[in-house]
């Protein structure tokens, strides 16, 4: 993966993560700053600032109270409204949050899922053998070990497509099942290559997008480690001298 795609990988996380928060912030500033100013113009309705601002917003300089009004309602409907989204989202992320543990509880429960995954491992165990796009050809399509690996990763495309849709909370999966859908992209990657190449080009798209997501991350996880464990390093290094 390039340099430039993961950084815009990252971005576009970090973007998704905060922006809803940002934008609630920011409606909650400006509410409570008019609220504060209408009641400012309530105090002093004669204040040089506050003709300054009506003029900007086109409103008569000798109507005070007036201003202080709109001001105070316009402050206090920003408020209620922002007070609303922020209501809105946090219903939201425990839907995404409840939806997530029904997942992991059907994905546990499945049979489906864990036969053909416990195949899929030992199809991996003997991939020196018999290479993994090896099942994608045309002779194999009706093998038991390939409709093993497409169970398996249908699983997860279906998963990963209820990530993008904001169905599942994609922070909550990754700690759960994180190492599995890396080691599946990772063991998997030339069967949906094959498959993406022979006569399907968006085979599990939504599944190889969630993995790069999902790669990013733990790379900057263990970045993250490195460095702590480098001044760890350093730190015992001084201690002992």
């Not at 993966?1 to 996380?13: C, D, E, G, V």
């Not at 090896?134 to 998963?159: M, P």
């Amino acid at each position: 993966m390039s340099k430039m795609r993961t950084r815009q990988i990252k971005a576009s996380i970090l973007y998704k993560k905060n922006c809803g928060f940002i934008f609630t912030a920011f409606i909650a500033m400006l509410g409570l700053g008019l609220l504060i100013y209408g009641f400012s113009l309530t105090a002093s309705e004669n204040a040089g600032h506050s003709r300054l601002i009506s003029s900007i917003l086109g409103l008569s300089s000798t109507g005070g109270a007036g201003n202080a009004s709109f001001f105070a309602i316009a402050g206090s409907a920003l408020l209620g409204g922002a007070i609303a989204i922020s209501g809105i989202v946090k219903q939201r992320q425990s839907a995404r949050s409840k939806n997530t543990i029904d997942f992991e509880a059907a994905l546990e429960d499945s049979d489906s899922y864990n036969d053909s995954f416990e195949r899929v491992k030992k199809i991996v165990a003997k991939r020196d053998k018999y290479p993994i796009a090896g099942w994608a050809e045309d002779d194999e399509a009706n093998s038991d070990d390939t409709k093993a690996i497409k169970t398996v990763l249908n699983y997860w495309e279906r998963a990963s497509n209820g990530v993008r849709k904001d169905v599942y909370d994609s922070d909550f999966l990754y700690d759960i099942y994180g190492t599995h859908v890396l080691n599946l992209h990772k063991f998997l990657l030339p069967f949906i290559r094959k498959v993406r190449q022979e006569n399907q080009p968006k085979a599990f798209e939504q599944f190889l997008a969630l993995s790069e997501n999902w790669k990013v991350k733990r790379q900057a996880e263990e970045a993250k480690a490195a460095k702590k464990k480098t001044k760890q390093g350093r730190v015992e290094t001084r201690e002992l001298e």
